[in-house]
């Protein structure tokens, strides 16, 4: 079975983002840019698959610009096999990519996609399960245990409030929470190799994708900050102030 | 313009963060109906119909809704869509699962995890772990949105009296099977509901210290337990009650961080709470760049003493 799993190029968690002066978007020259955290969670999980004979091929697919292709060979590193870039300098909305993303999933045919559950620029969480509906597909997600048996997959599932299992079945979509796995650490050897392995070219025209966004960013803002408070010295001090001052005590 | 929301419940009450969402749908003003899609939950679709500013309840009652399935609550909203210029579910583990489905099939973009309404077609919603807030104008003909329920006040329970019409429920997709559920089981009220929030980090060193050190002082405040990503990664919490950016989002009245330093994704789920107090060995930890009240010291002397002077306090 051939796992499909797409990865996103973002500004790397530990970078502190700065808003552009116009308030068009987010400053991304000469930022650290990384895989989605989730995106790596999902690799790893797609590669252990492979690694205990439950999948035959991990094939990673990102939508955007060129550079997409340093993340693509990240996943490679982590274990991939090959890759497939959507190369397009257009913006590209959830709704776009889960469309290009569609249109790749048709071409390959994988018995399961697993997706990050969200990106940590968008924070969206929208793709897999936009992804899940075009195909048609079961969904799983937020992902914090997956296995496979007899053409299903039992996941559990991180809701609010506990966990809860359901079981899909394959063909299905997986989306990945935090705890679904720690991924490996890319050996220098692996970097190598995956410089040597296959990576596609296609465009959203060649996939016949229109990729127009149906969002129009009118402006992007800095959150209102909090006034920073005062320490205090001591418990007693603490008491008196949430009682006399904030009136949180009841 | 009418507006089809979703209602979360557990089929026995309607969640609370279904009344933020009405609140949601006024701000955009119109017609309000709302789903009540479950089992045996025609007490939730009354208590809909009683909620002020609802003027019509779908209720889809079928065994397949007890544990509703994305795939299955998708085809039910798409079979009523039509005819609503929005429709809108909470930005929770439910309303996250199947309305980009909804999204998909209706060949729209979805708003996620909106915080303001500037325009019946304009949205205000935080971007990059609360970072930024980017406000987006939708150009497609249905609204599909899920709502931050802290950004919005919570509807009032009483006042209204819509009617209730039942619903046919489209037949499963078969796609997916609901297996088991484990809920954490809490005399505390859930994070997302509670006044008072107590959460802990990596600073308290094992599970146990978690529950020993910070359970007396969620008793004596009738406070739900929080936790970062370190302290549930340790193993200290469970899974469920982390606060961030990838977790829930919480705005109490009152959050108490506990020997936690303050990573901004797990500030961007807390930083709304309307007073913030941090207790802390580490004078620089970040969280102590967002409290009202910072206290800098060893927490295992701290919260015992807290603990007691609110026990000498009246009421």
Known sequence: ?250 | MTILVIAEHDNAALRAVTLNTITAASRIGGDITVLVAGHGCAGVAAAAAAVAGVSRVLLADAPAFEHPLAEDVAALVIALASGHSHVLAPATSFGKNFMPRVAALLDVAQVSDIVGVEAPDTFVRPIYAGNALATVRSIDATKVITVRATAFDAAPADGGSATVDAVEAPAGSGLSAFVSQTLSKSERPSLGDARVVVSGGRGLGSAEQYRGVLEPLADRLGAALGASRAAVDSGYAPNDHQVGQTGQIVAPELYIAIGLSGAIQHLAGMKASRVIVAINKDSDAPIFQVADYGLVGDLFDVVPQLVAALDAEPG
Not at chain 1, 136 to 162: H, M
Not at chain 1, 218 to 226: F, I, L
Request: aromatic share 2%; hydrophobic share 45%.
């Open chain 1, 1 to 250: 079975m051939k796992v499909l799993v797409p990865v996103k190029r973002v500004i790397d968690y530990n970078v502190r983002i700065r808003v552009a002066a116009d308030g068009s978007g987010v400053d991304t020259a000469n930022v650290k840019m990384s895989m989605n955290p989730f995106d790596e969670i999902a690799v790893e999980e797609a590669v252990r698959l492979r690694e205990r004979g439950a999948a035959t091929e991990v094939v990673v697919v990102s939508c955007g610009v060129a550079a997409c292709q340093d993340t693509l060979r990240a996943a490679m590193a982590i274990g991939a096999d090959r890759a497939v870039l959507v190369a397009t300098d257009a913006e590209l909305q959830p709704l776009a990519v889960a469309r290009l993303l569609h249109a790749v999933a048709q071409r390959e045919q994988p018995g399961l996609v697993i997706c990050g559950k969200q990106a940590i620029d968008d924070d969206a969480s929208q793709t897999g399960q936009m992804l899940a509906a075009l195909l048609g597909w079961g969904q799983a997600t937020f992902a914090s245990k997956l296995e496979l048996s007899d053409g299903r997959a039992v996941v559990t599932r991180e809701i609010d409030g506990g966990l809860e299992t359901i079981s899909v079945a394959l063909p299905a979509l997986v989306t990945t929470d935090l705890r679904l796995n720690e991924p490996r650490y890319a050996s220098l050897p692996n970097i190598m190799k995956a410089k040597k392995k296959p990576l596609e070219t296609l465009t959203p025209e060649a996939l016949g994708v229109d990729v127009t966004p149906r969002l129009i960013t009118v402006r992007v803002s800095e959150p209102a900050k909090r006034q920073s408070g005062v320490k205090v010295a001591d418990v007693a001090e603490l008491v008196r102030k949430l009682r006399d001052e904030a009136k949180v005590l009841r």
